[in-house]
């Protein structure tokens, strides 16, 4: 058996780049002649912006800064000891650009046993240990707390979590077996299933210390120094730490059944992680400690071998990196400042407009449209959400008053936008109601002011054809509902200037969006891939197959919904409307489904009835279905429907419509909601093999998205 060193060595030469997190150890009297007490402190020499994480090498700090207090205790030179973080991080989990670069089973094997075998000191110390969780704490650094005796909390903590799951890992140094035997099996569920795949939603410090995790809570400001009284009181037995029994019997399983079920909503049994922590959590129920951390070691190492991870990964890393730094972007020193923003139309998108540019950039916002009572309307939707705000406790009654008196509607172009500096506008999507609109813009607009059109699949290049300055015409494709949707696709059209297209880019990351360059292709990125997407369903729908097939076809995709759940919530009339705009471009790809015509132009809101509760197609719609006699299996739609999307997106690369597959997957993700699990779509499309059959390679090399060669 090798030791703990021995597997840390090994593992630290196969990641030379860790950043690596020292382990201080120093000695202080505790308060009231409590005795001495050894404060452990991991830091790893760089400011909050860089979180302390464990990696090889730091996990072996940390194992001979534990040698030192172990030495200590069992000396009686110390009567406690502690662990806590750099000021605003205590530790944010395993370093993942290390677990990226693995390729062997049992390199990943010694990973999770080298966090156990570090961590699990704690807990058997011959004094009790203490963990101050005294700012961000996430996966591995929720854990190793979780090994101590006891835990405090600063309120100031903005975020603790478990996002394993999230990311297609299992909380693997003690989350799944320490957590339900501290604070009982649902709420476990919670934090490690329910939030990590909500987005991977965080905890406030006092909804930890309220869950139980930990025992006391303690304001930020001195928050380390209230924690080492408590910590005297506790250690000289003024303070009794009382924790509430946990349920082992029907609770217990009751809760890995909710588990399931959540995982199942959202995954739809794609993706291994949710039930691999599920089975550890329902083992964990006899309170046998080592058998869960051996089961949380073997799927740990499964999962880092898997695709499901690396693809996580890979989806992580898009969204924190490549998202904020956008490929093909123009130098931000060409961007001009926005003092004034304008708003053609006053409608539920202008206004949703209104509001994010009111709350962002705090600048004056006028809306127009074309009579006063839609003016009126609109003003009176921006209020609203402020007051909204307001009533939530999200801003103050002096932030609510300057927001909504920033906020105007006029009817007179000229009076609304002479000094704008940004222009957008929102109006019917028809080529010649914008054109119009932009004519009468320009008019009256100063000349340095950007014209960005928030249009989702018409050509900007053409809508900017007839105005003196088309150089300054940008899209700024948003997607709904706007507050909660990060992707921004920002279009070049073909005279669209370096200037111009800067400061879009630069209202991009003031509204905290997402943007992404694409050229001034029909429909853009989202929109193309999931009509073609949504045009294969139709097209097997319409030739026999059955609705129910058709759906469940796309199940092990894990998507957020099924496609006609979503062609509701987009609209089936602009469904058909995207279909039609792609179609005159690409007649030989992207059909006009007769029968979801049909749907419009009986003013159906989509295919379904909810009646019961669940999704029933609606039996007006099945009267209205005109369908062939070509009936395909799941297996056979699911097929198809891949194989179209690969073509589509190869397509779309050859094209040059965004630089890399990448964006085409940072797209996916956050303006369609496409799951971490898949990476988007290309990292799944290579894995399942159908990159290759249909254009004869892979999107991505080996070792992007997957396990290196």
Known sequence: MSTTAELLKGAAELFPDEVVTQAHVRHLDLPGGAGRFALITLDNGLDHTKPTTFGPQSLAHLDTAIDQVEKEASEGAIVGAGITGKPFIFAVGADLKGVELLKQHSDALAIGKGGHDVFKRLSSLAVPTFAYYNGAAMGGGVEVGLHCTYRTVSKALPAFSLPEVFLGLVPGWGGCTILPNLIGADRAVSV?????????????????????????????????????????????????????????????????????FIADSKVHGAAPAAYRALDIVEAAKDGDLQKGFDAEDVALADLIMGGELRSGIYAFNLVQKRGKRPAGAPDKSLARPVTKVGVVGAGLMASQLALLFLRRLEVPVVLTDIDQERVDKGVGYVHAEIEKLLGKGRINQDKANRLKALVTGVLDKAEGFADADFIIEAVFEEMSVKQKVFAEVEAVAPAHAILATNTSSLSVSEMASKLQHPERVVGFHFFNPVAVLPLLEIVRGEQTDDASLATAFGVAKKLRKTAVLTKDAPAFVVNRILTRFMGEIQNVIDEGTPVATAEKAIEPLGLPMSPLVLLELVGPAIGLHVSETLNRSFPERFTVSPNLKAVVEAGKRGFYVYDSGKPELDPEVAALLKQGDSVLTEEQVRARVLDAVAQEIGLMLEEGVVAEAQDIDLCLITGAGWPFHLGGITPYLDREGVSERVNGKRFLAQGVASVPA
């Open 192 to 260: 490690i299933i329910e939030n990590s795949l909500n987005q991977n939603k965080q905890l406030k410090g006092k909804q930890v210390f309220e869950l139980g995790i930990a025992d006391a809570l303690f304001e930020g400001a001195d928050f380390l120094e209230q924690s080492l009284i408590w910590t005297a009181s506790v250690l000289k037995g003024e303070i009794a730490i009382e924790r509430a029994t946990v349920d082992r019997g029907e609770a217990w399983d009751a809760a890995v059944a909710r588990g399931r």
